[in-house]
């Protein structure tokens, strides 16, 4: 399966404070070459954020696009994940949402990636 960037998935995604693994939503960040070369996806959380808030969350607007029912969040917990934990495309976020994602990511690693002196 081809993943896109801004690709809304399901994923095996894992969890750092409990020992499980559950099908979550996750939203692609990586390049459509890093994505078929690697075998793998750089990928975003997206959670309900019902119990906790981080600053840099990016709510979506747009959650028909997304395919998500419940009002969610893009928080940047940032996982590589191989191919073989990907479950299934469920949506691609709205440009709206793309774009405030975009923003948010720059602000946070900066989308120049140039080394600086």
């Not at 390049?31 to 808030?53: E, K, L, Q």
């Not at 940047?76 to 774009?99: A, M, S, V, W, Y």
Request: charged residues 20%.
């Amino acid at each position: 399966m081809d993943f896109e960037r801004y690709d809304v998935l399901t994923a095996l995604f894992p969890f750092v404070d409990v020992p499980v693994r559950k099908p979550r939503p996750v939203v692609v960040l990586s390049t459509n070459p890093f994505n078929g070369t690697h075998g793998h996806v750089v990928t975003a959380m997206i959670t309900t954020g019902a119990d906790s808030h981080w600053p840099s969350d990016v709510p979506i607007v747009d959650l028909a696009a997304a395919g998500l029912r419940h009002g969610s969040v893009i928080r940047c917990k940032l996982f590589t994940l191989p191919n073989g934990q990907i479950g299934r495309r469920i949506g691609h976020l709205g440009e709206p949402d793309r774009t405030r994602l975009a923003l948010q990511m720059d602000a946070i690693l900066g989308a120049s990636h140039r080394a600086e002196p």
